[in-house]
T-cell receptor, first 117, second 112 residues
Framework: DADVTQTPRNRITKTGKRIMLECSQTKGHDRMYWYRQDPGLGLRLIYYSFDVKDINKGEISDGYSVSRQAQAKFSLSLESAIPNQTALYFC????????????????FGPGTRLTVT | GENVEQHPSTLSVQEGDSAVIKCTYSDSASNYFPWYKQELGKRPQLIIDIRSNVGEKKDQRIAVTLNKTAKHFSLHITETQPEDSAVYFCAASTDSGYALNFGKGTSLLVTP
């Protein structure tokens, strides 16, 4: 789905470095999310944002920070990368919708494979 | 918070057989239950979803059932095909949150 893009697609970095992963969407959605995927652990929510002024911690926010620069852009930062942050990172978006009438479907970006050595 | 458990973690079936994946959730306030399919090297994509005011939903060869009392829901794939091979994730959310809590995934292999 080209409507949700992530940069970079792959990144190798060293322990202690600061890394920013970027997500952009052209779907006009209010809500944006960051997940990490590890083998056997599924998709775990890091942060989510319901609009530009609303940012919430997810299940595993420690070691991460986010910035919602605009409705269409949501960045994830690792202030000081560590090896156990090696994972596949997905950004997702969803419409706010009308309660009970849809708007929940999340559209995922292509993912960023991050390796911390 | 919400805890979603998914079973089995791996499932192998022969082409043409049915496959069933089951999930349980802990938060009785959850009312939206989507299923996502992730093919190898690709992003997760929604294949079907169900809301708590519905007990069953079908879309061609796939169906989802929901038992609110028992707090579990299941994905049923009939007449499986090799292209159904993928990892399937269940998830749950509440109206107040809209943030999805995912199960750990089921790797389905359909052998010809």
């Amino acid at each position: 789905d080209a409507d949700v893009t992530q940069t970079p697609r792959n990144r190798i970095t060293k322990t202690g470095k600061r890394i920013m992963l970027e997500c952009s969407q052209t779907k006009g959605h209010d809500r944006m999310y960051w997940y990490r995927q590890d083998p056997g652990l599924g998709l775990r929510l890091i942060y989510y944002s319901f609009d530009v002024k609303d940012i919430n911690k997810g299940e595993i926010s420690d070691g991460y920070s986010v910035s919602r620069q605009a409705q269409a852009k949501f960045s994830l930062s690792l202030e000081s990368a560590i090896p156990n942050q090696t994972a596949l990172y997905f950004c997702a978006t969803s419409d706010s919708g009308i309660l009970g009438r849809g708007g929940y479907e999340q559209y995922f970006g292509p993912g960023t494979r991050l390796t911390v050595t | 918070g919400e805890n979603v458990e998914q079973h089995p973690s791996t499932l192998s079936v022969q082409e043409g057989d049915s496959a069933v994946i089951k999930c349980t959730y802990s938060d009785s306030a959850s009312n939206y239950f989507p299923w996502y399919k992730q093919e190898l090297g690709k992003r997760p994509q929604l294949i079907i979803d169900i809301r708590s005011n519905v007990g069953e939903k079908k879309d061609q060869r796939i169906a989802v059932t929901l038992n609110k009392t028992a707090k579990h829901f299941s994905l049923h794939i009939t007449e499986t095909q090799p292209e159904d091979s993928a990892v399937y994730f269940c998830a749950a959310s509440t109206d107040s949150g809209y943030a999805l809590n995912f199960g750990k995934g089921t790797s389905l292999l359909v052998t010809p």
